[in-house]
């Protein structure tokens, strides 16, 4: 079972503290959503469990590895920043994940491209924002890792193909043991994709439940809903 547990962690930068003294255990074959005003340390938290940012202090455990190198093993990242060479080919970049990832799963790639009807042979530059954002999170959903860590992945993809990608999201939990962690601003959109929910608010978790629906049924209340309360 994939686990990732984070235990008293801080992380300033410079004088300014971003995160205070989590605590924060995410476990099992279930998609979390975190969620936060801008600027609460989303992004930094997600890059320190992924062993690409350091913790000012506390620890940080992902399937029991503790260094940043043993996380960086189990994780596949996609970041909100442009990664890819922009002059490079789509047909390119999907042959040198093949090589650079140990069983990236390419038939993936071209299924999901498919899906989403995006040709490879045309040039990332050329692409518009959504299809380049959607274009690294399907290489992001083909790296085999246990663990998958996405900085907002739907932003500025249409919604009809947002569908296809919550779809194609969800299936990855159905179908593998694999823990999906992701940071967005779609409340409305995640509403019926993810499993639990993490609020950040004032360097801190201000929300933290595992089982929405269980906590859907006892408050009735929507992801909007209890973010606007924890907001107040
Ligand atoms: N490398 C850095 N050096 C200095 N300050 C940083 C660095 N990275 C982030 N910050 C600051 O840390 C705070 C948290 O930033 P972070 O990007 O983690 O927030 P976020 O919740 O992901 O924001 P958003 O929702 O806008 O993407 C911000 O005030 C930001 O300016």
Redesign the pocket.
């Known amino acids: 079972m994939q686990k990732i547990e984070i235990t008293q962690l801080s ?1 300033s ?2 004088r ?1 503290e ?1 995160l205070r003294d989590l605590n924060l255990t995410l476990a099992g074959n279930r998609i979390y959503g975190i969620i ?12 320190m469990i992924s062993g690409l ?1 350091r913790p000012s202090k506390g620890s940080i455990s992902v399937n029991g590895h503790t260094t940043a190198e043993g996380r960086r093993s189990q994780v596949a990242y996609l970041s ?1 920043q442009e990664m890819l060479d922009g002059f490079s080919t789509l047909e390119y970049q999907i042959q040198f994940h093949e090589k650079m990832i140990p069983n990236f799963q390419v038939n993936r790639v071209y299924e999901m491209l498919d899906m989403i009807k995006l040709p490879v042979d045309g040039k990332i530059k050329n692409l518009s924002k959504g299809h380049r954002n959607l274009f690294n999170l399907v290489l992001t959903l083909a790296n085999p890792a246990p663990v998958l860590i996405m ?2 992945p739907l932003s500025g993809i249409d919604t009809n193909k947002k569908e296809d990608l919550l779809q194609l999201l969800s299936s990855f939990t159905l179908d593998e043991d694999r823990l999906i962690l992701f ?1 967005t ?1 779609e409340y409305d959109e995640i509403e019926f994709l993810i499993d639990g929910l993490v609020i ?1 608010k004032g360097s801190s978790i201000a929300y933290f439940t595992e089982d929405l629906e269980e906590m859907r049924i006892e408050q009735g209340k929507t992801v909007q809903e209890i973010f606007k309360e924890v907001s107040k």
């Open positions: 992380k930068y410079g300014k971003v936060g005003e801008n600027g609460t340390g989303k992004s930094t938290l997600l890059r940012a909100d900085d907002e940071a601003h950040i």
